[in-house]
């Protein structure tokens, strides 16, 4: 699992029960490895076999450096002999009302590069017109149902941008691109990229932390979105067992 920034982690980490240790990787990053089974050592977010092995990492604001980060604890855990058999990119994110309002939860069935391309006179093309790579990765279609459905989340369009919206002429121009993006935020296409080149799953989560629009911080709520957080991952232990990460022995 890959967040942008500690605060984020420690959200997620809370759903957990305490950490079973951590490892460092190359470029000083560190993963935190958690187990399931809450914080008070209940079964509530075990997964369908037991526990689950599940792994942490801070991997850094935006798609970029999130890319080479995750790309990195990807590659470790290859060269260990024990690949991963799912990415989850979470965090909080901008919301586009009124689909995903603040303090509601936001699952990816598509996640897509917002702002990769080139400008021209007759406005922007994605990097895919002008014939390059890809702007999209798509979740598994059941992952994204199963997962909306235990988090009590929307599922949509994720953007990832290297630069966040700021004004209401922005979003406008990203509905208007974008017509069924539910959310905004920095990394998601970044961890997606890294996922696609080792053949591996990928999800993305978020908790809308303020209105994607003009920058408000008064309207931001970054508590209320990581405590939502919390509760997201609380709730997705069983199908993230089911999708993917390594089950281990009570």
Known sequence: MATAVPAEGDAVARAFGPAAGESRLPGGLVVRHLRTGGPDGSEGSEGPDGPLALDLLAAGVGPALAAASTATALTAAALRGEPYGLVVSAGIGGGF????????????????????????????????????????????????????????????PVLTASTVTGTAARA???????????????????????????????????????????????????????????????????????????????
């Open 97 to 156: 009302a009124p689909a995903a309002p603040v303090g509601s939860l936001v699952v990816a069935d598509e996640i897509t590069a917002a702002d990769l391309g080139a400008e021209t006179a007759d406005g922007f093309l994605p990097v895919t017109e002008l014939g390059f790579g890809a702007v999209t990765h798509r979740p598994p279609p059941a992952l994204v149902r199963a997962a909306a459905a235990a988090a009590g989340a929307a599922a949509g």
């Open 172 to 250: 406008g121009l990203l509905r208007e691109r974008h017509p069924g993006a539910l959310a905004e935020a920095m990394e998601g296409f970044g961890v997606a990229e890294a996922a696609a080149a080792h053949g591996v799953p990928v999800l993305e989560i978020r908790a809308v932390s303020n209105p994607v629009g003009p920058r408000d911080r008064a309207a931001w709520r970054i508590p209320e979105a990581l405590a939502a957080l919390t509760t997201a991952f609380e709730r997705l232990a069983p199908v993230l067992g089911r999708f993917g990460p390594e089950r281990v022995e009570p």
